[in-house]
């Protein structure tokens, strides 16, 4: 899965009070129109989820699967599919938080996902694509309310 999508977007708030939304998955359904409920199965010593179960409703895309995180601070956070029930098959992403040294953050989003039906790789982008600029709206929204 070389192939990524990514899309950043500048949020007014510190990078924490950004990974702390981020960190939170247990809150998604509150905010996420496509996490309809997430459970925290292992966590870190210092306290952050390790691996988290989700049950995801994104119109075409319906699955529930198992994501394996690693923090590095409130710098980045890297995840990786674990497991999957139906429809995905690998899935790798990441948001990177960069201080803008003006109370805001650009917030990146990287990811890239492989289904088990065949997509031509110009459709698996767009709709890369469309998950990112959607869960980065979502953030923004939830972290400056």
Do not use: C
């Amino acid at each position: 899965m070389a192939d990524r999508t990514e899309s950043s977007i500048s949020i007014d708030a510190a990078p924490a009070d950004i990974m702390g939304v981020i960190a939170d998955f247990e809150a998604y359904p509150e905010w996420t129109g496509a996490v309809k409920e997430a459970e925290i199965r292992t966590s870190t010593p210092e306290g952050r989820a390790r691996t988290v179960w989700f049950d995801l409703d994104a119109g075409a895309i319906k699955d529930q699967y198992i994501l394996d995180y690693t923090w590095n601070g409130d710098q980045a956070v890297h995840w990786t599919l674990v497991s999957a029930e139906q429809i995905v098959k690998a899935m790798d992403g990441a948001y990177v938080l960069a201080d803008n040294g003006d109370g805001s953050t650009t917030v990146t989003y990287q990811l890239a996902v492989d289904v088990k039906i065949p997509l031509l790789g110009m459709i698996k982008r767009k709709a890369e694509k469309v998950i990112i600029d959607t869960a980065l709206k979502e953030l923004k929204k939830r972290v400056e309310a």
